[in-house]
């Protein structure tokens, strides 16, 4: 069954999920970096993680526009014109770290939030691009490109700290070299064409498609999963290296761990959702959530810091498949851009504030503080999931 599905998937899933590995590195480079380079440059303390929450600005700003324009012009074209673009943020950022400009930076990493959008369309196209069995097999495949992105980043962030004469400047030429060799992989792609039925040839407004319940389980539990998950995930550079004393290859180490466990699962969640459903798995993403903040919380050692966040990323994962599975529930092809856009603006918004707030949170309040913030987003989202399940049944 399984070597059945590997050769059904089509030829774009396959050149999305490379192109993921290649151009997701700028999401765990900046993790890594940003709250590094920003410690060095920034004016207060309290703004060490805005390099990091800036890409999350950027991506919720630029989803609109980002969707409009593959809307307009297609996906494939699309991809190459943000490509281009992506290269020269990735230049301005190693130019603005050699001149030691800590807002120029955070501006840089600000304008890879449209890189990041773009790759968030991987997941759609990739899904537009297989029958409706095949839905959950190829958004999962496509995220399985994560795992490699997540020893790329940190990787060539280390590989490239020295490069230049100040550090770190070097990391951001080479992460432009694999924007690059990304751009190679998708002359490979082919635009779906989605089949649409003469019924659903026109466009309901967008206040009948949020009368849908499983449109709300689809973009809460995205959202609440992406913004629980950014918020940790942020500031736990921050209190590892600058408020413990953790080495900075303990700290990659953990980032690395933590990026590998939100995309490894990805590889039998499609199994997992047909052995156990979509609720079921979302709720024990939740628990794996649970988990994480109590052993994060009781302590601070190296162990604490790795485990914890190896759950985080877990539970990212199965909130964030099961919302991506769900979501064409929702709409049909020809509503499919728009819908979307709501979509990812509501969920990097959020994570928007979730990461530009971390920062202040580790400094102000601590890190076990930071880490309670989450216990009632948490519950909540499991009442919603539990009571859609119970009105399914």
Not at 88 to 117: E, K, P, Q, R, V
Not at 128 to 149: N, R, W
Not at 287 to 294: H, M, R, T
């Amino acid at each position: 069954m399984n070597d059945q599905t590997k050769i059904r998937l089509p030829r774009n899933v396959w050149i999305l999920t490379v192109s993921q590995a290649l151009i997701l590195s700028v999401s765990s480079m900046v993790v890594f970096v940003g709250g590094l380079v920003g410690a060095q440059l920034a004016p207060l303390e309290n703004l060490a993680t805005l390099p990091v929450a800036s890409i999350v600005v950027g991506t919720a700003v630029t989803i609109p526009p980002v969707t409009f324009l593959m809307n307009k012009i297609g996906r494939r074209r699309s991809f190459f014109i943000i490509g281009l673009y992506s290269v020269l943020a990735a230049i301005l950022a190693s130019y603005a770290i050699s001149i030691s400009n800590f807002y120029l930076f955070c501006f840089s990493t600000f304008l890879f939030g449209a890189t990041y959008s773009c790759v968030m369309q991987f997941r759609f196209a990739s899904m537009e691009s297989v029958s409706e069995e095949l839905i959950p097999k190829a958004a999962s495949m496509v995220l399985v490109g994560g795992i490699a992105a997540a020893f790329l980043g940190p990787e060539i962030a280390v590989f490239g700290k020295d490069l230049l004469k100040v550090e770190f400047a070097g990391s951001f030429i080479l992460l432009a070299g694999l924007f690059v060799i990304a751009m190679f992989f998708l002359t490979g792609f082919k635009n779906p064409i989605p089949q649409e039925t003469s019924n659903e040839s026109t466009q309901r407004p967008l206040k009948e498609i949020f009368k849908q319940r499983v449109f709300w389980v689809s973009i809460l539990s995205a959202t609440i999963g992406y913004a629980v998950m950014s918020f940790i995930m942020t500031a736990t550079p921050v209190s590892m290296h600058v408020m413990d004393g953790h080495s900075l290859s303990h700290t990659k180490w953990v980032i690395q761990s933590h990026i590998v466990a939100m995309f490894l699962p990805s590889l039998i969640t499609a199994w997992i959702i047909k052995k156990l459903g979509l609720s079921k798995m979302m709720i024990t993403g939740l628990v794996a959530y649970l988990i994480c903040i109590a052993i994060a919380f009781a302590g601070k050692d190296l162990g604490n810091y790795w485990v914890s966040l190896i759950l985080l990323g877990v539970g990212w994962n199965f909130l964030f498949i099961g919302a991506t599975t769900l979501l064409p529930q929702c709409y049909n092809p020809c509503e499919r851009f728009k819908v979307q856009a709501v979509n990812d603006f509501v969920i990097f918004g959020t994570q928007a504030v979730a990461s530009l707030s971390a920062g202040w949170f580790i400094f102000a309040v601590g890190w076990k503080i930071l880490l309670l913030i989450n216990l009632p987003f948490i519950l909540f989202l499991s009442v919603v999931i539990l009571k859609w399940k119970t009105k399914k049944v």
